[in-house]
């Protein structure tokens, strides 16, 4: 039953999305852009963002974290996240000692203490809007967001209402605002969606009401980052729906999209100068049922003089913990998501390239 209904929303969505009207893109672009431009002048001081994939707290890492402390799954990438302006991950399960376990193949919930390891780490937000921050209940998901307030770790994706789940985090970096949003197009069924006055989380299965929070952000903004839950499990390449979603985001005024959720490597594409990576992996995680699982990209954007840049380094999950690769491991890491990539080539320092 539940895929007859995902096969009806998804066909639903895809038909909404394609008949969003033409100038929406020049709306967004135009006016809006050129305002917030002119409200906070351009400096050529470049701004780094990284963004990192899924991460679990529960389970096998929730017990290394118990053997070694809240700091064990950071221990060998701290330093390089705190190198960023803004780091930002996908918080893959629910944080409260309440609720129960939806019924659902896998449910997932970490001890309040392990976001002092998040913290420690150097990130400044996570994405919530996800399948597996509502595993244990609405009590659980709303003491999630409270431990976050409580640690200084901001959220995107999740609210106690649609326009708090859909807001952006702001943050003023160098004279420019740069706005993260959150969005799932994974999540198990609808009772997970924020409404206007339910608390649940953001989600991209039609255009609406995701593309009016979107335009917003992007108007309050001088830089927007997207942070996509999206795809199917350990494939290689991106569903159709999430190409044809990205191009949207972009022509909204999005300017650079970072997903996750596949447990596996995509490639890189770049449209109107805007990269996509399609799949960074899993960055702390259990050990996976395939080995693409272990697969990781740290990636930082860097937006200067109105050019995005974007640079990988590559990492493999060992008992939970990522570690940064090296030498021949790097570079095969690296060539693989060359090959996924679409008109987007990767160089021996990580920078993608656009072709």
Same mark, same amino acid.
């Given at each position: 039953?539940?895929?007859? &209904?995902?096969?009806?929303?998804? !066909?639903?969505?895809?038909?909404?999305?394609?008949?969003?009207?033409? $100038?929406?893109? *020049?709306?967004? #672009? =135009?006016?809006?852009?050129?305002?917030?431009?002119?409200?906070?002048?351009?400096?050529?001081?470049?701004?780094? %963002?990284?963004?990192?994939?899924?991460?679990?707290?529960?389970?096998?890492?929730?017990?290394?974290?118990?053997?070694?402390?809240?700091?064990?799954? &950071?221990?060998?990438?701290?330093?390089?996240?705190?190198?960023?302006?803004?780091?930002? =991950?996908?918080?893959?399960?629910?944080?409260?000692?309440?609720?129960?376990?939806?019924?659902?193949? $896998?449910? &997932?919930?970490?001890?309040?203490?392990?976001?002092?390891?998040?913290?420690?780490?150097?990130?400044?937000?996570?994405?919530? !809007?996800?399948?597996?921050? +509502?595993?244990? #209940? +609405?009590?659980? $998901?709303?003491?999630?967001?409270?431990?976050?307030?409580?640690?200084?770790? *901001?959220?995107?994706?999740?609210?106690?209402?649609?326009?708090?789940?859909?807001?952006?985090?702001?943050?003023?970096?160098?004279?420019? @605002?740069?706005?993260?949003?959150?969005?799932?197009?994974?999540?198990?069924?609808?009772?997970? $969606?924020?409404?206007?006055?339910?608390?649940?989380?953001?989600?991209?299965?039609?255009?609406?009401?995701?593309?009016?929070?979107?335009?917003?952000?992007?108007?309050?903004?001088?830089?927007?980052?997207?942070? +996509?839950?999206?795809?199917?499990?350990?494939?290689?390449?991106?569903?159709?729906?999430?190409?044809?979603?990205?191009?949207?985001?972009?022509?909204?005024?999005?300017?650079?999209?970072? =997903?996750?959720?596949?447990?596996?490597?995509?490639?890189?594409?770049?449209?109107?100068?805007?990269?996509?990576?399609?799949?960074?992996?899993?960055?702390?995680?259990?050990?996976?049922?395939?080995?693409?699982?272990?697969?990781?990209?740290?990636?930082?954007?860097?937006? !200067?003089?109105?050019?995005?840049? #974007?640079?990988?380094?590559?990492?493999?999950?060992?008992?939970?913990?990522?570690?940064?690769?090296?030498?021949?491991?790097? @570079? @095969?890491?690296?060539? @693989?998501?060359?090959?996924?990539?679409?008109?987007?080539?990767?160089?021996?320092? =990580?920078? %993608?390239?656009?072709?």
């Amino acid at each position: 039953m539940w895929k007859a &209904f995902v096969s009806i929303l998804m !066909a639903w969505s895809l038909a909404n999305l394609s008949l969003l009207p033409a $100038f929406v893109e *020049a709306e967004t #672009g =135009g006016a809006a852009r050129q305002a917030a431009q002119q409200e906070h002048p351009q400096t050529d001081e470049p701004i780094t %963002v990284t963004v990192v994939g899924d991460i679990l707290l529960d389970k096998s890492v929730g017990k290394q974290i118990e053997r070694h402390g809240v700091d064990y799954p &950071f221990a060998k990438t701290a330093e390089l996240l705190k190198q960023a302006d803004l780091t930002v =991950g996908n918080l893959e399960t629910a944080v409260s000692k309440r609720g129960s376990p939806e019924h659902k193949e $896998f449910t &997932f919930r970490a001890r309040p203490e392990t976001l002092a390891g998040l913290a420690n780490a150097g990130f400044d937000v996570v994405n919530l !809007a996800n399948n597996h921050t +509502m595993d244990y #209940g +609405m009590d659980a $998901f709303l003491e999630t967001m409270r431990h976050l307030r409580e640690n200084d770790i *901001a959220y995107v994706g999740g609210g106690k209402t649609e326009e708090e789940a859909f807001a952006p985090y702001i943050r003023t970096i160098k004279g420019k @605002k740069v706005a993260i949003i959150g969005l799932s197009r994974v999540l198990p069924n609808q009772k997970w $969606f924020a409404g206007k006055n339910k608390a649940g989380l953001a989600h991209a299965y039609s255009g609406e009401p995701m593309l009016s929070y979107v335009r917003k952000a992007v108007e309050e903004s001088d830089i927007t980052i997207a942070i +996509m839950h999206w795809n199917l499990e350990y494939k290689d390449y991106p569903e159709p729906y999430a190409r044809e979603m990205a191009r949207l985001l972009i022509d909204n005024g999005v300017d650079a999209i970072v =997903g996750s959720h596949s447990h596996s490597l995509m490639g890189v594409e770049w449209y109107k100068e805007v990269p996509i990576f399609y799949s960074v992996g899993n960055f702390v995680f259990t050990t996976p049922r395939n080995p693409k699982g272990s697969e990781s990209l740290i990636v930082t954007l860097t937006f !200067a003089q109105n050019k995005t840049d #974007g640079k990988i380094i590559p990492a493999k999950i060992v008992n939970g913990q990522p570690v940064p690769l090296t030498g021949e491991d790097a @570079k @095969k890491l690296r060539g @693989k998501v060359e090959k996924l990539s679409y008109r987007a080539g990767i160089d021996e320092e =990580g920078t %993608v390239t656009r072709k």
